[in-house]
């Protein structure tokens, strides 16, 4: 008996093991080699991709600026492109294009193959994800949580952001070397949005070491380390979750997840995956993103002095600055979407079931709408016409509170210490789609 049962046990590991060996074939190890072939052969996505994994912002910018001088959308070796504002909106606005490529395996014995490896775990660009998911059931998931989000019930939370900020910052060292990202950038955001969902505050520290060790789920061409890596934390994160929403229903409260429970439990408008997707994905984007919105912010207005000193004598504005930051370094490089039909964009012919990936830095960076759009200036009239938010239906939900948790951690911080300076040791996160900082060591006072 025991043997049967360590026999089923070897057994169950090894597929396992297989299916992963198999995601991560298709997904990231063919990728990486079309990807590098194709960035020798001079492609310009494939140049992209190759400077991003560098972090090579000067280069990246160079070729982005190249992908939007060939038209509004570019034909790749790889798939389409495009890095002007206007194809970008439109792709993402547009009816004629999807989130997310084909999730049922497709056809034949490939298709098979592809349904076999699935993996069971909460990953947030697979459905039920709402950044994988399309109407009706998008609309339903959306529908559950927008109303924590709205400009107005943001608004509601700014007296206490204030406080949670004005406590980190109480904390920070002054007389030694301080790691910016651990001590504040990270902090905050994870706070904030663990009160909104009702997370305890000994769980934060958990939560920021998964959500860290997560964060290059977004990413292609992953490394079959990189890979095993990601999908360990998404396992542990989904193994958090489900402890979590099961303390969530004997502890219920006054918060989103003890909500979107209740609608689960009590209403059956989302299934248990449902609900841990949507629940899993407002935490990890909750906290994510603006850690690099406050970490980029905080090293732009040092290393731009004059632009501090408008926001000081008042004659720039905290909020215009954020909108700056997104705009000049957006914390989401860029996203993708699969066309379901013969369609254009900008006039220019895209056949049905292409992907379509849109450089919203690219956007961010179009001379057709922003003048000098490599100069940061936080005076900028129209710096708010950026797209670091996305657009269309999967606008990002977070996005009222992001701008004000960007506006009131950067003025905070800088209103509290009249002299920073960045010391060396800085380090870009290693993530290619997510952008900021993983290590700013300063001095403050
Ligand atoms: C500076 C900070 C942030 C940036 C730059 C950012 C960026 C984005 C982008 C680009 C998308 C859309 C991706 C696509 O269209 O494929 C998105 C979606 C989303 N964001 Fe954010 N985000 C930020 C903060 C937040 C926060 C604080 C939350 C917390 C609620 C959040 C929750 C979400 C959710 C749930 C979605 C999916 C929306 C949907 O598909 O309908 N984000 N975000």
């Known amino acids: 008996m025991a043997a049967s049962e360590s026999l089923t046990r070897a057994r169950a590991a090894a597929s396992a093991e297989a299916k992963s060996g198999l995601r991560w074939a298709l997904g990231h190890g063919i990728p990486r080699i079309a990807v590098r072939a194709a960035a020798r052969r001079g492609d310009l996505q494939g140049r992209l991709i190759a400077a991003s994994a560098t972090h090579d912002d000067a280069t990246m910018l160079r070729v982005i600026d190249e992908i939007r001088e060939q038209g509004p959308v570019y034909r790749s070796g790889l798939a389409w492109i495009t890095a002007s504002h206007a194809g970008v909106h439109e792709a993402l606005s547009s009816n004629d294009f999807r989130v997310g490529v084909r999730t049922d395996g497709g056809p034949g014995a490939l298709g098979r193959t592809l349904d076999w490896a699935e993996s069971d775990v909460t990953h947030p660009l697979l459905p039920p ?19 924590v989000f709205t400009v107005r019930a943001v608004e509601g939370l700014r007296p206490r952001v204030e406080q949670l900020a004005g406590e980190l910052l109480d904390r920070m060292q002054t007389d030694s070397p301080v790691d910016l990202v651990a001590a504040y950038c990270a902090q905050l ?26 964060a290059p789920s977004l990413d292609m061409g992953l490394s079959w380390r990189g890979f095993r890596a990601v999908d360990e934390s998404l396992a542990a994160f989904d193994a958090w979750l489900e402890e979590h929403l099961a303390w969530t229903r004997d502890h219920p409260g ?6 979107l429970v209740r609608a689960s439990d009590e209403e059956g408008t989302l299934n248990h995956e449902e609900l841990k997707s949507t629940a899993g994905l407002v935490l990890a984007a909750g906290f994510e993103t603006t850690v690099n919105l406050l970490g980029n912010g905080i090293a732009l207005l040092v290393r731009h002095p004059e632009q501090l000193a408008a926001l000081r004598d008042g004659e720039a504005q905290w909020a215009n600055a954020v909108d700056e930051v997104l705009r000049y370094d957006p914390p989401v490089l860029l996203t993708g979407r699969m066309s379901m039909r013969d369609t254009e964009i900008g006039g220019v012919a895209v056949p049905g079931n292409a992907l379509v990936t849109t450089v919203l830095m690219g956007a961010n960076r179009d001379p057709a709408v922003f003048a000098d759009p490599h100069l940061f200036d936080v005076q900028r ?10 657009a269309g239906r999967h606008y990002c939900l977070g996005a009222a509170l992001a701008r004000m948790e960007g506006e009131v951690g950067l003025r905070a911080f800088f209103d509290r210490f009249g002299r920073v300076e960045l010391l060396p040791g800085a380090q870009r996160r290693h993530t290619r789609i997510l952008r900021g900082f993983e290590h700013l060591p300063a001095r403050v006072g």
């Open 129 to 147: 994800s709402l950044l994988a998911t399309e109407p009706p059931d998008h609309t339903r998931y959306r529908r559950l949580v927008t109303r």
């Open 189 to 214: 955001p994870v706070t904030v949005i663990a009160e909104i969902l009702g997370v305890p505050e000994a769980e934060r520290e958990r939560v920021l070491e998964l959500g860290a060790g997560a």
């Open 254 to 259: 006054d918060n989103l997840l003890s909500q």
């Open 381 to 390: 009239a129209n710096a708010k016409e950026h797209l670091a938010f996305s």
